[in-house]
Structure formats: structure tokens, C-alpha cells
């Protein structure tokens, strides 16, 4: 379950954290990259994941204590 | 690096982890190898759609966002002779817009030694108001300013790169940009629009320079990917007027059918072109187009008299000496 946090920017040693411009979410950690852009409501299309700096792609498995930093990647007007 | 016991996706030509995995062409790879493929990738676009030659100056539009500056970078790699253009539209919406992102350029420029020729066209200094401002004087930019701020930019465009003698402007435009415009204008069958859209805009007039798009071919997921991969910092933050905007509710629908369909966007986009190739859709409309010369300006109209642009902002100069602006 994706749950929105406002302040925690740490994760605990159980959950992933994610971050998508001003929002912070968290979800077990085990599943993939993808499966947590879609959890956080969000189109794996339209998002990148970037874990340690690195760009990764939406098959790695997300593990306890990773911080993702998710980038949108849609842009108009 | 591994990551515990699940296995990573290597890079199709290399043992290195790959960072990006484009699912539309079933093909995964590492940041190098990522670059060289887009490097070649757009080579191949500039040729197969004779967009230009090395001979030939291009002047790339920049706005300080993933595509326009990734463009820029990837033609210059390519060691093609670009200059760049950027418009100052003078849009705040609380987070300095148009001054952050010209400071992406010159961050841009600076990475690169300095030694690279950028065009500046300040709207307000030249014209006499900012965008947003010549939008609220004005009907046509009343509700939103992306009217007067497309008409203005393409009429700027167009003019730097005749008054510098350019061969072709060259715009960041993706894939996603493509699809959805062509989604709109499919949904209304704007068969004007219909008939001009593509790659390469020939110019249908002496006051036109040739427009291209080299990376229309390329998801917009990719180009966000380039730019993070060649450490390219870039305006992340989206134009404040662009909240709600069409194009992107369109990208956010073509996205959900890329998400079942892989592939669905670029296809959509390439048979089109090809239909209207191979079986000359739309070729009465292009044949109709009657440009006429704007006597203001020089640059094509369809209008008799005075072009849009020419008549926008001479409203807009009639409304600030009316208000004492």
C-alpha cells in the first residue's frame, strides 16, 4: 500500500522511498520499478527512476532502504 | 553493481547494466552505448528526411527544457554547425520561469567551453510586453497566453533565421509531441493541419526558413533519459501556463494505450506519414494554401493585409497606450 508521507526523507530499514516533485511515498520494498511508478498513481510511459544518482530501468527490483528519485518526463503547452 | 539476488538487465552490447529499456524496439542499453544510439539514431533521421547537410547552418530553438537542449547536444556531437536561439517570453508564474531557463542555456553553453554562438530575442524589450502580458491586452491570449506565445515564437523563429541566413531551424519536437499533436488534430479532422504536419516543413514561401524535427522519432521518455545520462541539467519545471494544457492530457491518453501496446505511439505517427505519402491524404489542402506576403513584416500569411503576428501586436501596442502602459 502506497502511503503519501510529508516529512520522512529516511527510509526504514523495511520500505522503499519515493519521491515525485513535491511528493514522498513509500512501498515494500520487492517489487519493481514499475509496479511502484504505477502504485504511486503515476505512467511508467511518462517516468524515469533514478536509485544512487544512477538512471535505472523499470525492471529492477526495488529493495529495502533505496531511495528513488522519479522523474516526469512529460512536457507541453 | 548487483542488486541482491534478482538478476539486472544487461545491455544488448555490452556486460554493463542497461539504463534504459525502450520496449517499443526491444532493446535495452547501457548510458554509452544509450548515447551512441541516439547520436546515430539521428543521423540516420537527418538523412533519410534530407533534413540538412554538414555544409548547411542550422539554428536550434532552445528553451532550456530536455528536448531543445539535448537536441542542441547531440547535433553538435554530431559536428554539425549549430547555433541556438533562445526567446525570452518574460513568464514568472512565481518561479522566475523564462530567467531559470535561460540560465540552463548559458549552464549549458558554459559546460561547453563558452565557445557557442546563442541568438537572445527579449519579447518584451523588442516587442513591448512580456507574453503573458501582450496576452492579457489582447482577445486572442485572453483566457490562456499559449496562443500569443506560439504565434509569437514561430513568427521570431522564422525571422532570426532569415535575418542570420540559416538554412533550417531546427526544433526539439519528440515523438510524444508529434503523436499527441496529431491526435489533436485527428480528432477534429483539421485536415489544414493534417496535410503540413511532419519532419521536415519546406518552406512554402520566401519568408519561411525550412523547419525539422531530428528527434521526432524519439520517445520523450528517451530524451528526459538523454539529458540525465549526458548530465545535461535542464528546466525540470513546467511552463506555469501549461497546467491543464491539451497536448498533455492527450500524452498522458497515448500513454496509456503505449503501456498495453508497445510501439502504439511511434506507429501511430509513421503511418500516417507513410499514408499520406504513399497515398497522397491531404494533398488538395496543400495544393488550396494561398500565402500571401504580410507587407509589415515580409513573412507569409494567409490573411489579406497584415499577418496575425503584425496585427496581435500592434492591438496589443494600441491597448498600452490606451491604458498608459
Not at chain 2, 531559470?100 to 553553453?109: A, G, L, P, V
Request: hydrophobic share 35%; glycine share 8%.
Amino acid at each position: 500500500m502506497v502511503e503519501q508521507q510529508q516529512r520522512r526523507s529516511t527510509p526504514a530499514e523495511d520500505e522503499v522511498i519515493l519521491t515525485y516533485r513535491r511528493k514522498t511515498f513509500t512501498v515494500a520494498p520487492g517489487m519493481t520499478v514499475r509496479d511502484a511508478i504505477t502504485r504511486c498513481g503515476l505512467s511508467p510511459e511518462a517516468t524515469l527512476a533514478v536509485i544512487d544518482g544512477e538512471l535505472v530501468t523499470d525492471e529492477v527490483v526495488l529493495q529495502a532502504g533505496d531511495r528513488v528519485k522519479l522523474l516526469a518526463t512529460i512536457s507541453g503547452g | 553493481m548487483a542488486r541482491g539476488k534478482h538478476p539486472l538487465m544487461k545491455c544488448r552490447h555490452c556486460d554493463a547494466k542497461a539504463v534504459v529499456n525502450m520496449r517499443q524496439h526491444k532493446l535495452a542499453l547501457c548510458g554509452p552505448h544509450f548515447v551512441e544510439w541516439v547520436h546515430k539514431q539521428t543521423e540516420r533521421f537527418i538523412e533519410k528526411y534530407n533534413m540538412f547537410t554538414r555544409d548547411e547552418r542550422v539554428l536550434v530553438a532552445v528553451s532550456g527544457g530536455k528536448d531543445s537542449l539535448a537536441l542542441w547536444d547531440i547535433l553538435l556531437a554530431l559536428g554539425y554547425r549549430a547555433d541556438g536561439l533562445y526567446i525570452g517570453l518574460g513568464i514568472d508564474g512565481g518561479l522566475s520561469y523564462s530567467d531559470e531557463s535561460h540560465r540552463y542555456i548559458t549552464e549549458f553553453i558554459e559546460a561547453r567551453g563558452g565557445d557557442l554562438t546563442l541568438h537572445t530575442v527579449d519579447v518584451a524589450g523588442i516587442y513591448g510586453a512580456s507574453i503573458p502580458d501582450a496576452a492579457r491586452l489582447t482577445r486572442r491570449g485572453r483566457e490562456k497566453p499559449c496562443s500569443v506565445c506560439g504565434l509569437s515564437k514561430r513568427h521570431i523563429m522564422n525571422r532570426v533565421a532569415r535575418e542570420h541566413g540559416y538554412d533550417v531551424l531546427a526544433t526539439g519536437h519528440n515523438l510524444d509531441d508529434e503523436a499527441a499533436v496529431l491526435f489533436g488534430n485527428a480528432m477534429v479532422w483539421s485536415v489544414d493541419y493534417l496535410s503540413r504536419q511532419g519532419p521536415v516543413l519546406p518552406p512554402s514561401h520566401p519568408g519561411l526558413a525550412r523547419k525539422v524535427k531530428p528527434l521526432f522519432r524519439f520517445y520523450e521518455r528517451e530524451m528526459a533519459a538523454y539529458a540525465i545520462v549526458r548530465g545535461i541539467e535542464y528546466m525540470y519545471d513546467e511552463c506555469p501556463h501549461a497546467t491543464g494544457a491539451t497536448t498533455i492530457r492527450y500524452k498522458e491518453l497515448l500513454n496509456q494505450l503505449e503501456e498495453s501496446s508497445p510501439g502504439i505511439k511511434l506507429q501511430y505517427v509513421l503511418r500516417f506519414l507513410k499514408a499520406r505519402e504513399q497515398h497522397g491524404l491531404f494533398a488538395q489542402v496543400r495544393e488550396q494554401l494561398d500565402l500571401r506576403t504580410c507587407p509589415t513584416c515580409g513573412q507569409p500569411t494567409t490573411n489579406d493585409g497584415a499577418c496575425s503576428f503584425c496585427r496581435m501586436w500592434e492591438r496589443v501596442n494600441d491597448r498600452r497606450i490606451e491604458q498608459g502602459l
